[in-house]
């Protein structure tokens, strides 16, 4: 299966690791609603990680995922598999367009 970020296709990719596995302050690719974001592991709760999501607007949200959540690699970027695979594909979120 490949993974379609910005319309285009990337390799096939395979699991690398689960969420508990990796430390605090790692960063990955999360899929928001309608598009990717950034996220980092904040803190480790028992059987779930906490997140914060980056917002496109300047605002952080948290979320708490399963330590078990799959961590894949596309070209030494760590994606968190969404729920639901549908989601697979969609653009990265615009945090400023002056760049």
């Known amino acids: 299966m490949s993974i379609i970020i910005s319309g285009k ?3 096939p990719y395979l699991p690398q690791t689960i969420l508990g596995e990796l430390a605090t302050g790692t960063r990955m690719l999360y899929r928001a609603k309608n598009e990717w974001r950034q996220a980092v592991i ?3 709760f028992g059987s ?3 997140l ?3 917002n496109p607007k300047g ?3 948290r979320i708490k995922k399963a330590k078990d ?3 894949f690699s596309i070209k030494n970027i760590l994606v ?3 729920d639901y695979p549908r989601l697979l594909s969609g653009p990265l979120a615009k945090y ?3 760049w």
């Open 52 to 54: 914060t999501i980056a």
């Open 59 to 61: 605002r952080n949200y």
């Open 9 to 11: 296709i990337s390799e």
């Open 69 to 71: 959540s799959q961590i």
């Open 96 to 98: 400023d367009n002056r």
């Open 48 to 50: 779930k990680v906490e």
């Open 80 to 82: 968190l598999m969404p």
């Open 42 to 44: 904040s803190r480790d």
